[in-house]
């Protein structure tokens, strides 16, 4: 999917909602300046949130209240594994989580098969974002 504007990437969040029932885990990949954290502000948008988000890159995890439940947003950028990220409780959290998106945080797909995987590229200004299943294979946007 091309992102060629913000409303891009909110109709990007609203079609990965979709897709991702209470509970889900979505790993967001791509380079520095992707859009992970821009991406992760309209999932948080369309949950019904007002809340400001803003990258975990220095405390991990934020966690923002929407009306269908809280969203956890999970920056995996400085942890060496994802053995560390499990040991954080990712588990209990998907339990009690309408969604919980992990920025860098591929290294959980193996151990999480129903997880879906958004990989986000940039190429100068242009952007897009291809929809994966764990294991890698491009699902289609269709819902």
């Not at 897709?19 to 790993?27: D, E, H, I």
């Not at 990220?85 to 989580?97: F, H, M, S, V, Y």
Request: hydrophobic share 40%.
């Amino acid at each position: 999917m091309d992102l060629r504007t913000l409303d891009d990437t909110r109709e990007l969040a609203r079609r990965l909602l979709e897709r991702a029932p209470g509970g889900s885990l979505v790993v967001l990949s791509g380079p520095l300046g992707a859009g992970k954290t821009t991406l992760t502000r309209f999932v948080a948008e369309a949950l019904g949130s007002d809340a400001d988000v803003t990258s975990p890159t220095y405390t991990l995890v934020h966690e923002y209240p929407t009306p269908e439940g809280v969203l956890v947003h999970i920056d995996a950028y400085r942890l060496p594994d994802a053995a560390a990220l499990e040991q954080l409780g990712l588990d209990e959290t998907l339990e009690r989580a309408r969604l919980v998106v992990v920025e860098w945080g591929t290294g959980l797909l193996p151990h999480h098969p129903d997880a879906l995987w958004l990989e986000l590229e940039r190429d100068g200004e242009a952007r897009s974002a291809t929809l994966r299943d764990a294991a890698g294979r491009p699902l289609g946007w269709d819902v």
